[in-house]
Nanobody, 127 residues
Framework: QVQLVESGGGLVQAGGSLRLSCAAS????????MGWFRQAPGKEREFVAV???????YYADSMKGRFTISGDIAKNTVYLQMNSLKPEDTAVYSC?????????????????????WGQGTQVTVSS
């Protein structure tokens, strides 16, 4: 089993920034990708960004330019830097880990390709 713990969420004004962290522990060997998803009230879960073991990163189109994923999967940590936040970014942000190997960025945009999930951290952006 792999345990994922997110931190860094909170309340921020529109235009502000937050940095989320995700730390993995347990049987992390073989983790190929770690990603971020978000879910707003009444909406479906949405892909945000993913980092693969080889350092490749992929983003949802709506996040490009504002969000940056970084970290080191070998060190079991990824971050999500969120800038120019908007009220519509308000959601619970969850970290996920996948041990499935695939070299297509679009593969990891699907939640069912992940094996482990964190509990999530709330991000609230006020207008």
């Amino acid at each position: 089993q792999v345990q994922l713990v997110e931190s860094g969420g909170g309340l921020v004004q529109a235009g502000g920034s937050l940095r989320l962290s995700c730390a993995a522990s347990g049987r992390t060997s073989g983790t190929y990708a770690m990603g971020w998803f978000r879910q707003a009230p009444g909406k479906e879960r949405e892909f945000v960004a993913v980092m693969c073991w080889n350092g490749d990163t992929y983003y949802a189109d709506s996040m490009k330019g504002r969000f940056t994923i970084s970290g080191d999967i070998a060190k079991n940590t990824v971050y999500l830097q969120m800038n120019s936040l908007k009220p519509e970014d308000t959601a619970v942000y969850s970290c996920a880990a996948s041990k499935k190997v695939n070299f297509s960025g679009s593969y990891y945009q699907q939640g069912d390709k992940y094996d482990y999930w964190g509990q999530g951290t709330q991000v609230t952006v006020s207008s």
